[in-house]
Structures are given as C-alpha cells and as structure tokens.
C-alpha cells in the first residue's frame, strides 16, 4: 500500500520567489522592519497568502524571534486594562507579533515569577502595566528584553515609560465636585504596596492631588481618605467606611472605576441614591462607567491610545532603538449622571 507523501512547507524562499523580492525583503516585512515600502509590503503579503505561508515558532526562535509580546497585567478583573490591550493588538495587527498575557499579582514575588516566566520564554518585548518592582529589578529586565512600562511616572535610560497626566486627572474630577457645590469630598485610593517610590506610583500622585485641591479649597478639614485597593472589593470597603463618618461624604472620589463600582454597590446597600444623596466619580472611563444604568463620572485616559503607542515602542525598540521615549497621555473628564450638587439629603456647601 503506498504511504501519502507529507506536502512540502512552504518556505520563505518560496515566497520570495512568487513575490519576485529578495529573501532578505521577505524577512523585512515578517519583522516589520523599517524601510519597508508600501508596495513591497503589500506584494510580501499578497505571496504569503496565495501560498499559505506560515512561519515556524521554532525556526523563528533559533533566528532570535519568537514573535511575541509578554503583557503583565496585575489583575484580570480591572475592567480598563482590556481598552490598553485592544489598543496593543490594534498595533500589532498587520504584523506576524502576538500577545501573551500573565497575572502579576498580588504580591512582588508572584510578579517576579511572572516577569521571570515570559523572559524563560523569550518573548521578544514586555509591556508591565503599572508593576510594583523597583525601578533597578525593572532595568535588569529592561537590559534582557525590550520593555515598556505602563502606568509609572519613571524616567529611565533603559525602558520606555507610558503614564497618564495623573495630576490633571485628579485635578479635573476634584474641581468638578467643589463646583457643583460639594464640600466633604472623600477619597477612596489604593494601598502603597510594592518598591515602587510614592512619587512613580499613579494612585499616590491621584491621592496626593485630591489632598492640594481641597487644601487650595480651603477644606483641609474635610479629607477623609480610605486606602483599600483599586478594586471593587477595594471599593466597596473604603465606601462603607467612610459613609461611617459623621458626617458623611456628600461626594466620594474613587481613583479607579472599579473601586467606584465598589462603592456603588456599598452605596446602594446603605440606601442612599446616587447622586441625590452621594454623587460618585471614578477615574479610567471604562465601558461600564458609560452604561446607561451606572452612568459614572469618569476620567478618560484613553487606554487604547496608551495601548497602541505602548506597542509602537514595543516594535521600535525591537527593531534596535536605544534612545529613551517617555510619553504622556492628556486625561479628560467625562461628567456623567453620577454627579449633581448636594442634594436635600446632604449638608449644602457651608
């Protein structure tokens, strides 16, 4: 009985050929490499579709590229981390690069196992989002792997930094409360944890903004601050402590809209409605802060711009850029149902 013989895989060499280019211009466009033409990557492409080309992870790993991008995520559940990767797989896409995603946290040494995993894996870049290692462990990795940090305001000559104008943003959601007429603005923030210095730490500049605004308000009397974590967890013990206070809040500023979602639930279990007993304001304008039935004041910060240029970096450094790049996204408000001046259930402004 005759055996079927196995097709033969089809190779870079074969699509050079049925492109009519070089085996090095093939290479250029399967890496995404810089000098490029349109029309040669338009032509590249066209033969590796007709033939079904498919490059092997194996060869690609030998050659030094895998063709992957590690993400560090420190929780799964924030739901603004999916417009950051929806942002980074927009970048990617048209390229033969592919994310793999894993969990940092809790804790510094489940995020080191982590970071450790995707270097054992030789992913050829890693993006960290808002990680809690030190700077130092975070430049030895940087030597090792091209790698951008999501979240941190740090300078570094060996990372890329992608950050939010945290500052602006807790600025624009604590003036948008004293506006409205609100004096006892509360603020729910996210426990220090980590290596990471105050002054980086996005959560720490939220909260310390929240603090000068209401000072330059002249509330300083007026600051009750819970720390609990940016979760709705987080959220929902910092609001039941803090609508423990006599008197309570009439506005409570949560530093991310999963702490919000929290305080929401711890709101709505006390009785009180938003906004005409509390009004709520969160900060990341996810999806769910639109929704018609939460309606969250939020701050936007435009994740899936940061995710892009996140992978923009990824790429370019790949490709060999050792210069530094530190980029700042401008954060708007978005006002929303959330937030209207003191209600008759709560104290007006004094």
Known sequence: MATRERPRRVTIADVARHAGVSTTAVSKVLRSAYGVSPAMRDRVKAAIEELGYRPH?????MRGRTFTIGVLLPDLRNPFFPDILDGLNERLAGTDYQAIMVQGGPGTEAEARAIEALV???VDGILMIAPELGRARLEEVAAQ??????G?????????AVHDDDE???ELVVRHLIGLGHRRIAHIGHLPGGRVRASAALHAIRAATYERVMREHGLEGEIPVAL???SEEG???????????SPRPTAIFAGADSAALGALRALHEAGLSVPADVSLAGYDNTRLAALSSISLTSVDQDGEEMGRTAGRLLLERIEGRGSSVRFSVTPTLVPRR????PGSSGERAR
């Open 168 to 170: 602006l943003g807790a």
């Open 145 to 150: 792997v091209p790698t951008v940090v999501l």
């Open 235 to 245: 959220g929902y013990e910092g609001a039941r402590r803090l609508l423990a206070r």
């Open 57 to 61: 992870a194996a060869a690609r790993a």
């Open 228 to 230: 609990t974590s940016y």
């Open 120 to 122: 054992d894996r030789q």
């Open 152 to 160: 941190l305001h740090e300078r570094s000559a060996v990372y890329d």
């Open 338 to 341: 959330s937030t209207a001046p």
